[in-house]
């Protein structure tokens, strides 16, 4: 069964496609139109991309599964009014605009994805075929399920924190005897009003605070956060709190609030220092939340995902200060992972639970884009200036770092996430203790940004 997941989100929009259990291509929208973290729409290139990497076409998909974006307005059911009249103005007159389908469930108070929308006109102007089944999918589920599916694991606490995705900041799920339980973050969280407690967000207004653009330079927070002190910590901490149930909860009231508090905080001290802050409570809370949950539970095994956990320090002190045997990070962990997961979460519906765990395997690759190694010699045979300089890469790769050479390397697919893990990568020797500074230069890189590690296997106990 040809499967296609969707995410069109407001940021880091994507597109996957299934062979049933089987994951044969994954493309985010950045890749494809170069604008980083792009969305606000059906991300319509990443799926046509996926269908032409498998060889295949809309009307070859058989069942679609859509995250709750952004929609063009002319596929929504329930608008009456002055909402309906403005619509179609802006539709005759070619500005129509896209509504986001979160919010639009919050107006009505409900979860009910197909009472507002319009799949069948959806799909027949998309070009898929008439039998072609539509499901939506909910945002924390679809963090959470890839990192259970891809393991072997026969007890977990599956944990997703983010800046926010279905009415919900962060979600658990249980996972023993055999049964997926949640405890916190589903679609029942649709009748209620937000929660305003995210660290993701508060993370990102901090971002925002130091001059750089949110859910786009956490990364660079980061790296800063390791030259300062976390001199605010205890002034930003006060306002969150772990309830008896595991919760993180806050005391601001409105995210304009929080917003409001991060930037004051960031005004009255240094940019590291805020940075260091941020950073600390971002650790601290989280690793309370989490441990909590464990001890609770009871499980062995960590499953994390969502866009909070692209921050390698914190993924570094909960695999370091739980209790825990195991420990699995989804590799794409932000909102490009979701389309993947919205797919498990319907073949799990589909199937049941037995039979979806009975289906699982180990994620083999990450490289699920176009592999353009075919096109080489054409680019090196249009581009002035540019030659091979061996058919031995590897050897020749090796060579060059030995002399103390920075080398770009290119090879296989597009990676599936944010991390290129040495395939399309630029790899230096830190024999030259300037080399940081060097690359950093070179790059038009923030002079504090870090460089992963890249060691043997084999020697990776011994070093880290």
């Known amino acids: 069964m040809i499967i296609l997941g969707v995410h069109p989100g407001y940021h880091e929009a994507a597109a996957c496609l299934f062979d049933d259990y089987r994951m044969v291509a994954a493309v985010s929208l950045e890749r494809l139109t170069r604008r980083k973290i792009d969305g606000g729409r059906v991300p319509d290139e990443?799926?046509?991309?996926?269908?032409?990497?498998?060889?295949?076409?809309?009307?070859?998909?058989?069942?679609?599964?859509?995250?709750?974006?952004?929609?063009?307005?002319?596929?929504?059911?329930?608008?009456?009014?002055?909402?309906?009249?403005?619509?179609?103005?802006?539709?005759?007159?070619?500005?129509?605009?896209?509504?986001?389908?979160?919010?639009?469930?919050?107006?009505?108070g409900h979860s009910d994805s197909e009472a507002l929308f319009d799949g069948a006109k959806f799909l027949s102007a998309a070009g898929f075929g008439k039998s072609t089944e539509l499901k939506f999918f909910n945002h924390h589920l679809a963090h959470a399920l890839p990192t259970l599916f891809h393991t072997d694991w026969q007890d977990a606490l599956l944990y997703t924190s983010d800046g926010g995705g279905d009415n919900v900041q962060y979600s658990q799920r249980v996972f023993a005897d055999g049964q997926l339980r949640t405890l916190y973050g589903g679609d029942e969280c649709f009748a209620g009003p937000p929660r305003i407690d995210s660290l993701g967000l508060a993370y990102g207004y901090a971002t925002q605070a130091l001059g750089w653009r949110i859910n786009r330079h956490e990364g660079k927070l980061t790296g800063l956060a390791a030259l300062g002190e976390p001199s605010a910590y205890d002034a930003i901490v006060s306002h969150f709190q772990v309830d008896d149930d595991g919760q993180i909860r806050?005391?601001?009231?409105?995210?304009?609030?929080?917003?409001?508090?991060?930037?004051?905080?960031?005004?009255?001290?240094?940019?590291?220092?805020?940075?260091?802050?941020?950073?600390?409570?971002?650790?601290?809370?989280?690793?309370?939340?989490?441990?909590?949950?464990?001890?609770?539970?009871?499980?062995?095994?960590?499953?994390?995902?969502?866009?909070?956990?692209?921050?390698?320090?914190?993924?570094?002190?909960l695999a370091e200060e739980t209790d825990i045997d195991e420990v699995f990070i989804y590799p794409a962990m932000s909102d490009q992972g979701l389309p993947a997961g919205g797919v498990l979460q319907y073949l799990l519906e589909r199937d049941g639970i037995e039979s979806w765990l009975n289906a699982r395997y180990p994620l083999e690759t990450l490289y699920l884009g176009r592999d353009w190694g075919d096109a080489a010699d054409n680019v090196l045979g249009d581009t002035p200036g540019l030659k091979a300089v061996s058919d031995k890469p590897v050897e020749k790769t090796a060579e060059l770092l030995h002399g103390g050479k920075a080398v770009a390397i290119f090879t296989q697919g597009m990676e599936f996430g944010p991390r290129a893990l040495g395939a399309r990568s630029i790899l230096a020797s830190p024999a030259d203790a300037g080399i940081n500074d060097a690359l950093n230069t070179r790059l038009s890189r923030s002079e504090f940004m870090p460089f992963a590690p890249v060691v043997a296997e084999e020697d990776a106990a011994e070093l880290f």
């Open 250 to 317: 806050s005391d601001f009231a409105t995210n304009p609030d929080l917003r409001r508090f991060m930037f004051e905080t960031a005004e009255k001290i240094s940019r590291e220092d805020m940075a260091a802050s941020i950073q600390e409570v971002l650790e601290q809370v989280t690793l309370s939340s989490v441990r909590h949950l464990l001890q609770r539970h009871a499980v062995r095994r960590l499953g994390l995902s969502g866009g909070v956990f692209g921050n390698v320090r914190l993924n570094r002190l």
């Open 46 to 108: 990443a799926i046509d991309e996926c269908l032409a990497i498998a060889g295949l076409s809309r009307r070859d998909v058989e069942a679609v599964v859509l995250g709750r974006g952004a929609y063009p307005w002319r596929y929504y059911k329930h608008f009456r009014g002055s909402r309906l009249i403005e619509g179609k103005v802006r539709q005759a007159l070619g500005k129509e605009k896209h509504k986001s389908m979160e919010r639009e469930l919050l107006r009505a």
